[in-house]
C-alpha cells in the first residue's frame, strides 16, 4: 500500500512542482512516446542481455512482493518454531531412527504435514532435512554443521537477490541511456539548424525530455523498486536463520524447549511471538 503511495507522491510532486513553476506539458508528452522507447526499450533489451532465463523469470515473478511484501508472517514463524520444536523433541525422545521417516520424505511426513505452508517451501524444508541427516550421520561437531548451514544459506541469499540486483544495474544504466535519448535528440536538433529559434527551442526541449526520463525512471522509480526486494529478501533470508540457530542450539545439547526459545529471540520484533504465546502454540501443536 505505501509502495502505491508513495509512486503517486513522486509523480504529485514532480509535475506537480514542473505546473506550479509554470511549465507546460505539450513538449513533454509530444517527446514522451519516443523518448520513453528509446530508454526504457533500451533498459529491458539491456535487462535481458545481462540475466538468466531464471533471474528473469524471479523477477517477473517477484514484482508482487514490491506491494505483498515478504511472504513470511507471524502465524509462519510460530508455525516453524513448532515444527522443528517437534523434529527435535522426537529426535532427543524417540531416537534417530524415529526421525528418519520424517526427513527422507517429508511430504509424507506427519509432522511436517501439519505445516503445508512450511512444506511447499522446497528450500525451507531440504534446508531442515539435510542438517537433520548430518545430524543422524553422526556429524555431531557444532561448529561443522553450523559452518555447512552458513554456506547454504549464503548461496541461497545470492541466488535470491538476482532480482534486486537486476533491477539495481537497471536503474544504474537508465540515466546513460536517458544521454543516449538526449544526445540522438540533438542531433536531429543539429539537422533542422536554420529552422527559426521557437523551432529549435522545441526540439532541444524535446532533447532534454529524454534526459530527465532517464534519471526520473532511476532515481524515482526503479532504484527504489530494487532497495524495495533487498529489503523483502533480507527480511524473508531470517526465516531460514532462524532454523539454523535452533538446529545449532540443538546440536550443542539444549532441550527442545530451549532451542526453539532461542530461535524465538531471533524473529523480527513485528512478527515475534511472546514467550506465553509460543507457550500455547507448542501446547497446541497436534501430536504425532
Sequence with gaps: MFQILGVLVVFG??????????????????????????????AVGAFLIGNSGKTISKTLKDFSKLISGPKWKASDYRDLLALLFQLTKTMKTKGVIALESHIEKPHESTIFSKYPKILKDHFAVDFICDTLRMMTMNLEDPHQVED??????EKHHHEEMGPANALQNMADALPALGIVAAVLGI????????????????????????TFLGVFLAYGLVGPMSVRLKNVY?????FYRIIQNVLVAHLHGNAAQISVEIGRGHVPSEFQPSFIELEEALSAAPAE
Excluded at 533480507?234 to 531470517?238: H, N, Q, S, V
Design 234 to 238: 533480507e527480511e524473508e533470508a531470517i
Design 148 to 153: 555447512a548451514m552458513e554456506k547454504q544459506l
Design 13 to 42: 510532486m514532480v509535475f506537480g512542482g514542473f505546473m506550479l513553476a509554470g511549465g507546460h506539458f505539450d513538449i513533454i508528452v509530444k517527446a514522451l512516446p519516443f523518448e520513453l522507447m528509446m530508454i526504457g526499450g533500451a
Design 187 to 210: 542531433i536531429k536538433t543539429m539537422g533542422a539548424i536554420d529552422s527559426p529559434p521557437v523551432v529549435l527551442g522545441a526540439k532541444i526541449g524535446s532533447a532534454l525530455v529524454g
